[in-house]
């Protein structure tokens, strides 16, 4: 996948603690980022210039989840950065986007993305921009991704087709949508994503058998996909076949053992 920005790079810490059990408690993990967090300043304090290791410490605190704390740290690094440098620049934006976007606050994110992407550029930041866009129901969403599908010249990409279905989708226009996810699949038949929303629009639809059909084929495509075998049974709940919807719903659990969701819905059917 093409990339427009050349970003610094990021070196990432992973502080592994092993006690006899293997297993760290929540404080001691909290006191070691702590430590570490207060390692980085130190080290910044020390060597105010460096930038890389600036750079270490904002993706520590993103690591961490500490994403508006990652975020001011960024801009005031970058405060008064030579926009002519474009490198230097871009990479500022894309991380502060990025940032943005992952902290929940998607309008800035859509800001900051919008100062440095060509709408319609077939890059990682372009489709990040479409993918908000799509989320706010944006009608900005449906020309920019006309203009990626234009400028890909494999003509295989499926992702700006399934903004646009993302858009369609929730502005409620479900034939529209579908349309958009059988192109995605049809341009890349293991493009999962798809396959689950083309799914949810039949279930909300109350044509679950249908919806099982599109679920059998994404579990075809990758029989471990617990979220397909979760929205199986949930299809084959709503058709009163229970016993099918418990197997689909252990069949999720076990593949995904976080999938809490999924083992609360197959203990709630009684045997």
Known sequence: MKNLLALPVIVLIVIACNDNNSTVKTTETKDSLQTLLISYRDSINKYPSDTLLKYEFVQTMQDAGMFKEAVSFLDSMNRGVDSANLKTYFAYLYKRAELLTESGDTAKAIKTFELFVIPGELTEAGKQLANLYAETKNPRTI?????????????????????????????????????????????????????????????????????????????????????????????????????????????????????????????????
């Open 143 to 271: 020309a920019i991704c006309d203009s990626m599908i234009k400028n890909d010249a494999s003509g295989r990409d499926p992702e700006p087709n399934f903004f646009k279905g993302a858009y369609y989708y929730n502005i409620d226009d479900y034939d529209k949508a579908l349309q958009q996810f059988n192109t995605c699949i049809n341009k890349e038949y293991t493009f999962l994503d798809a396959y689950m929303e083309k799914g949810r629009i039949l279930y909300k639809q109350a044509k679950y058998k249908e919806a099982i059909a599109v679920y059998d084929l994404a579990i075809k495509v990758s029989n471990s996909f617990a979220d397909a075998h979760f929205w199986k049974g949930k299809c084959q709940e709503a058709l009163g076949q229970k016993e099918e919807a418990k197997i689909s719903y252990q069949r999720a659990y076990a593949f995904d053992k976080t999938f809490t969701e999924a083992k609360e819905a197959a203990e709630r059917i009684k045997n």
